[in-house]
Structure formats: structure tokens, C-alpha cells
T-cell receptor, first 114, second 113 residues
Framework: DGGITQSPKYLFRKEGQNVTLSCEQN?????MYWYRQDPGQGLRLIYY???????QKGDIAEGYSVSREKKESFPLTVTSAQKNPTAFYLC?????????????FGEGSRLTVL | LAKTTQPISMDSYEGQEVNITCSHN???????ITWYQQFPSQGPRFIIQ???TKVTNEVASLFIPADRKSSTLSLPRVSLSDTAVYYC??????????????FGTGTRLQVTL
């Protein structure tokens, strides 16, 4: 089945540690996105990428880093510089097709900093 | 980038029609309007997308006036399972362009008996 897989689903981290959230898609989509969602709030864009080895900062990129070494993979690293990393993280992708350009989302990764 | 404004919350009774309006005054020529539904602890899922006039699918209708500065998602005969957060997303989804797709705050719909 085609889709987006995020892992881990739940992650606990001690303050000062870096963690990497995985996002893999087998939809052959070019564009991929990372969003952060806090309780009761909307989605905020962290980073997005159009093609391999290219990515752009979103609205809240500080304290995060990404890589796009393969078309199907777009991992997000939450660094120790991120002041309030506890949140629900969502990865998405889209083909960018003019007529069916919907975003496909993964099931999310919930990060808790202890 | 077109900023969107939606009501924070809405309440409805089961069986009623619900209309959620999104304002996007500075929408660009190449922007499409897409609506998503999100349940707690899940990723949003696509409901409907349009560019102008009216679009209808098996779950919803989308009304877009000629000036495209707003759009209305219409959910016919809602049920309890339609209780969710609904997001309006405006952005350029043209091939070859990974545009900065930014969501608004969403509308929390509560359906009761």
C-alpha cells in the first residue's frame, strides 16, 4: 500500500538531547513537509523540500534541521536548541500535480521532553 | 502567501447542514483552495479542493465566489463522526513547485445529538 510512514509514534527525550524523527513515503512524491502541532492548536510549518538535496525553512525552523538525501525520505532532527520541543509532529507529501495536489499526511510522531 | 481566517469553533446538531467559511483576501492567481479534516492525534485528511465556482464530491461541497476572496465548505447532514477540526489551506500546488503550504488555525466543529 502507498503511503507515508512516520516513526517512532511516541518518543521521550531528556532535555539537551537531539532526536531524529523518520518520515518515509512510497508515493513517488517530489515535495515533502514537516509540521508541528501543539495541543489545541493548528499546524505550523517547520521545513519543506521540493527535491533531493534541497529544502527551505518554514515559519518555525529554529531548533530543527532536516535532510533530503533520497526522494522517499525526509527526516527531521529536533535539536537541543529547540526550547519547547514537546509536540505532535506531522510529515506530509504531495505530488504537486495541478489537479490532484492534495497533501498526504503520516500518522504523526508525538515527542515528549522529560 | 494567502493568509486564511476561519471561525475558531462551531456547534451543530446531528442531521443539520454545516457551512464553514474561510476568508483569504490576498489569494493569488495560481492558488487553489483545499479543505482538510483532522481527528485528534491523527494527520489531516483531504476533503475537497477547488479553484472557482462550486465543487462537489461524495462528502462535501465547496463554494467559491467569483472574487475568490473566501470559500465555504458545506457538510450536508452531519453526524457525530464529523466532530473534528477543519482546515482551509490556500496555496500554489503547481507541478515543480514545492510552495510554502501554511495552515490556518482551523475550525473546531462539535456535533451533538
Amino acid at each position: 500500500d502507498g503511503g507515508i510512514t512516520q516513526s517512532p509514534k511516541y518518543l521521550f527525550r531528556k532535555e539537551g538531547q537531539n532526536v531524529t524523527l523518520s518520515c518515509e513515503q512510497n508515493l513517488n512524491h517530489d515535495a515533502m513537509y514537516w509540521y508541528r502541532q501543539d495541543p489545541g492548536q493548528g499546524l505550523r510549518l517547520i521545513y519543506y523540500s521540493q527535491i533531493v538535496n534541497d529544502f527551505q525553512k518554514g515559519d518555525i525552523a529554529e531548533g530543527y534541521s532536516v535532510s533530503r538525501e533520497k526522494k522517499e525520505s525526509f527526516p527531521l532532527t529536533v535539536t537541543s536548541a529547540q526550547k519547547n520541543p514537546t509536540a505532535f509532529y506531522l510529515c506530509a507529501s504531495t505530488s504537486g500535480d495541478r489537479y490532484t495536489g492534495e497533501l498526504f499526511f503520516g500518522e504523526g510522531s508525538r515527542l515528549t521532553v522529560l | 502567501l494567502a493568509k486564511t481566517t476561519q471561525p475558531i469553533s462551531m456547534d451543530s446538531y446531528e442531521g443539520q447542514e454545516v457551512n464553514i467559511t474561510c476568508s483569504h483576501n490576498n489569494i493569488a492567481t495560481n492558488d487553489y483552495i483545499t479543505w482538510y479534516q483532522q481527528f485528534p492525534s491523527q494527520g489531516p485528511r483531504f476533503i475537497i479542493q477547488g479553484y472557482k465556482t462550486k465543487v462537489t464530491n461524495e462528502v462535501a461541497s465547496l463554494f467559491i465566489p467569483a472574487d475568490r476572496k473566501s470559500s465555504t465548505l458545506s457538510l450536508p447532514r452531519v453526524s457525530l463522526s464529523d466532530t473534528a477540526v477543519y482546515y482551509c489551506l490556500v496555496g500554489d500546488i503547481n507541478t515543480g513547485t514545492a510552495s510554502k503550504l501554511t495552515f490556518g488555525t482551523g475550525t473546531r466543529l462539535q456535533v451533538t445529538l
